[in-house]
T-cell receptor
Framework: DTGVSQDPRHKITKRGQNVTFRCDPI?????LYWYRQTLGQGPEFLTY????????KSRLLSDRFSAERPKGSFSTLEIQRTEQGDSAMYLC????????????FGPGTRLTVL | QKEVEQNSGPLSVPEGAIASLNCTYS??????FFWYRQYSGKSPELIMF????GDKEDGRFTAQLNKASQYVSLLIRDSQPSDSATYLC??????????FGAGTTVTVRA
């Protein structure tokens, strides 16, 4: 049983560049979530997919952020024109609808914007 | 008022003692409650979930839920140095997204 995987694990970029992160959920899970976590805080919800449909985006997700989940499998999170305030850990989680809906997290992608 | 509040700690306990962590939440419609453990620089790891009032035990961990008081707690018995981490309380209002507290840092001293 493989867990949630994320790639890359670390990303350092310069301000203004675009970055893209990938998340592969647990294979049978149809729900996928993105969260962002900054130092000393708990994760904050960004967006959520049920199968391939993006059902909600947090107001934290500015127009520079976009997420996709083609075919209801892996998901990508893109940040355009990165800013220093985007530096954070980006966490992906997945769950199975009709179960306890317990969310399991991937290892995260640590983004540093210089 | 924050949706989920936890004592930030740090909470320092001697090895073998009981660590008691508290969490309160603001939305009475909250339906499920989770405790995650997070080591420094790592992602959250699920410890337990609880839905019904009362106690739920899993090994050295016991979660307690009181919906009337909007309070959930986690007890760690026989604390070990490997339990030293930040513990995150998370609440789900059945709208799929989790609301997290800021976490309580626990240090178990040998």
């Amino acid at each position: 049983d493989t867990g949630v995987s994320q790639d890359p694990r670390h990303k350092i970029t310069k301000r203004g560049q675009n970055v893209t992160f990938r998340c592969d959920p647990i294979s049978e899970h149809n729900r996928l979530y993105w969260y962002r976590q900054t130092l000393g805080q708990g994760p904050e919800f960004l967006t959520y997919f049920q199968n391939e449909a993006q059902l909600e985006k947090s107001r934290l997700l500015s127009d520079r952020f976009s997420a996709e989940r083609p075919k209801g499998s892996f998901s990508t999170l893109e940040i355009q024109r990165t800013e220093q305030g985007d530096s954070a850990m980006y966490l992906c989680a997945s769950s199975l609808e009709y179960s306890t809906d317990t969310q399991y997290f991937g290892p995260g992608t640590r983004l540093t914007v210089l | 008022q924050k949706e989920v509040e936890q004592n930030s700690g740090p909470l320092s306990v001697p090895e073998g003692a009981i660590a008691s962590l508290n969490c309160t939440y603001s939305d009475r419609g909250s339906q499920s409650f989770f405790w995650y453990r997070q080591y420094s620089g790592k992602s959250p790891e699920l410890i337990m979930f609880i839905y019904s009032n009362g106690d739920k035990e899993d090994g050295r961990f016991t979660a307690q839920l009181n919906k009337a008081s909007q309070y959930v707690s986690l007890l760690i018995r026989d604390s070990q140095p490997s339990d030293s981490a930040t513990y995150l309380c998370a609440v789900n209002k059945a709208d799929y997204k989790l609301s997290f507290g800021a976490g309580t840092t626990v240090t178990v001293r040998a």
